[in-house]
């Protein structure tokens, strides 16, 4: 009895740490290792920091800003098939501003606020980088120079940003609008949940088929495989613009069609050959 009590004693003594959730930690303690860049021991970094030099071209600092940035993924919830975002898409701030940014992560996941193609001669890698790990807060600073520029800003954590981590950053203007952030701008890559075939499989289904038919008819001679090979490069060039027209038909319907397709060319060359006879004939 007292061994099978230690026992459960000593299960639970191991297993609590692993189910406890790792506590909101507030990154304010970071070891600067220089040129912006600044790091703790339980996932909190810096790089690309910048509180105190002019980029060229800005004579003084235009404003001082602070915000606050979420990174979560009840933030992807209001768009459908992400699933992670920013609390906010956009920002847009004055040239010359230096804003400090408090980023706070609300997953158990690492999570970044990165933004890119800011001067190499200031900022290491053209990149400015907020990141923490698991549910915490971290904050950073840096000095926007002072052209219209549309800057990313994502999480580069892999497959992060392509399911919703995205936002778009403009200094004054901007210079146009990024592709696929979330609520704002068209994704590259529609999701399609129409639920029919995909193109690619039927088209593959297709080339199979001629492909077992040929071996089938004229097994590996030379003469006909080299035109079938001719046959199977247009089939293969054709296949996604027929599968996409056959979405969603049975492959009655698209014989069917073919065959149709087929009639409608014999009886356009017996017209122009028909035509070219009378010509002849006048
Ligand atoms: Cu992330």
Redesign the pocket.
Known sequence: MIKQLSIATLALALSAPVLAEKEFENHNNMMDHGDGHLMDMTGGMVMGQNTDTLPGGCDSIAAVKEITVH?GHKYSEKFPGRM?AFDVQEYQFEPCTKLTINFI?D?S????WMMHGLPKYLYPKGMFHLEVTGPGKISGTLIFPPADKTYLVH???AQ??E?G?KAQLKIGKGDGDLPSIPGLTAYVIQDDYSGSNPEESLADTVVEEITQMKNKVVGNDSFFSGLTVIGLAIGLLLAPLLARKFKGMAIGEVIAYIFSLLKISVEMIVKVISWLIGLVKK
């Open positions: 990174a992670f992560n997953d996941v690492r999570h970044q999480c580069d954590i992060h940003m399911k981590m």
